[in-house]
């Protein structure tokens, strides 16, 4: 493990038998998830749905939102799709575009665990894991955002401990990555603080340290603000004073902290129901606040069900994947297919395996280098903050901690494979390399 006054130099080349047994994940990965997508056949529903229209909207009239202005959705993946159309407009290609996507995630988490820590067995078995997930390789032909959100997150966090290059440089394409990220899903606020940490833990407590880190999250600040900063002014400008990065905040607000809630719930027969979007945002947040103040116990109550709601096991990849559009009063439902009840059954067993190595893997923590510990640890008590406190969780919430249980898998699988603790593997894998 090194100091935390020092800058890692992890090595970051790769020999030839781990470039090829990485490839081989990758195409497993890509081959499953392009097998489902052939099978299953995704259709654009609900936010799905939702998110191909605002593209059409961006490539038939250069509009976000049409024929009025919008800001429900973040702009960041319709924007993906919308450059998507400019080859084609078929769902076909639109799903595969996100099979790829999704299919480079596991490249991404075995950098990542390689240079969290230092050891390319744990990296490669948590890619793995990663690209075998019946949960992602379900979900990846579906129109989601969380399909390209986990790139971006990993990406910033990736390029800030990547052992190569000038640090103001990586503090910059981090920052970029995760305005795109902010831009995407509006949660990655809630991680720019974590990353912008790890400067202050690879860079020491003296004064001049201190000094350098300063200067380097003032950087990565100053690029996410020049990525974020123009969609912000736009909807201040176009949709009023307040509308800030979104208008759907209030309502998810309101929908976790209410009398009957939290959980998702229609807003015909509320006080937001004939409000106008920029509104009923901030009514939403106004109601919600009104009532914590009023049931302060809420929020503990509320926490308790949104994290068990948040980690249960789910099948909302096969789920989403499968359904067909309904009509109006109709409930949802899936595609008769032959595979649908087993697929449901394997990912709900994946992950149940997957949740109890993530918790197993805690029980190790004395043996993990600094960076993991923080890294892994506060991305995701800065996910769990978000989705059983501030706002409300379900199992679709939960895609972003799931590829971080990927690492904590092989940090188990890994331990178990020998008798030697992880600082043992980082040697052995260096000396190897």
């Known amino acids: 493990m090194k100091g935390r006054g020092q800058e890692p130099h992890l090595r970051t080349a790769l020999n030839r038998q781990t470039v090829a047994v990485l490839s081989l994940i990758f195409l497993l990965g890509f081959a499953g998830r392009l097998a489902w997508m052939l099978y299953a056949q995704p259709e654009p529903i609900s936010d799905f749905a939702d998110y191909r229209s605002l593209a059409v909207d961006l490539v038939e009239h250069g509009q976000y939102g049409f024929p009025e202005p919008t800001a429900r959705r973040p702009p960041g993946y319709p924007f993906f799709l919308a450059g998507m159309m400019l080859i084609s407009r078929s769902v076909w290609w639109l799903s595969l575009a996100n099979v790829v996507v999704s299919s480079c995630t596991c490249l991404l988490v075995y950098l990542l665990a390689k240079y969290l820590f230092q050891s390319t067995n744990l990296a490669l078995v948590s890619a793995f894991l990663c690209s075998v997930n019946p949960q992602f390789v379900a979900y990846s032909p579906t129109l989601a955002s969380e399909n390209v959100f986990p790139l971006l997150i990993l990406g910033a966090t990736v390029m800030v401990i990547y052992p190569q290059s000038d640090l103001r440089v990586r503090a910059i394409v981090s920052g970029l990555l995760l305005g795109l990220a902010v831009l995407t899903r509006p949660e990655a606020i809630f991680y720019v603080p974590v990353v912008c940490g790890l400067f202050f833990g690879m860079l020491g ?106 980690y249960a096991p789910s099948t909302d990849g096969v789920e989403w994947s499968t359904r067909i559009p309904k009509g109006p009063g109709e409930s949802w439902r899936n595609k008769p297919l032959a595979l649908l009840s087993k697929a449901m059954t394997v990912s709900n067993g994946f992950y149940s395996l997957l949740l109890s190595m993530a918790l197993l893997s805690w029980l190790t923590i004395r043996d993990w280098p600094w960076r993991g510990l923080y890294i892994l640890g506060s991305l995701l008590f800065a996910q769990w903050l978000l989705y059983a406190v501030v706002f409300w969780g379900w199992g679709r919430y939960r895609f972003f901690p799931e590829v971080l249980f990927c690492i904590c898998g092989g940090v188990v699988i890994t331990k178990l494979a020998s008798r030697y603790p992880i600082g043992k593997f980082s040697e052995e894998d260096e000396r190897a390399e």
């Open 205 to 310: 407590r003296a004064a001049s340290s201190l000094l350098s880190a300063l200067v380097r999250t003032s950087l990565m600040f100053f690029a996410v603000a020049i990525v974020v900063a123009p969609w912000y002014v736009r909807n201040e400008l176009v949709l009023g004073p307040g509308a800030g990065l979104g208008t759907s905040g209030g309502v998810f607000f309101y929908q976790a902290h209410r009398p009957d809630g939290p959980g998702e719930t229609g807003l015909k027969g509320t006080p937001l129901e004939s409000l106008d979007e920029l509104e009923r945002s901030r009514e939403g947040y106004r109601l919600g606040m009104k009532y914590i103040w009023s049931e302060p116990l809420s929020l503990v109550k509320g926490a308790f069900r949104n994290t068990v709601s948040l």
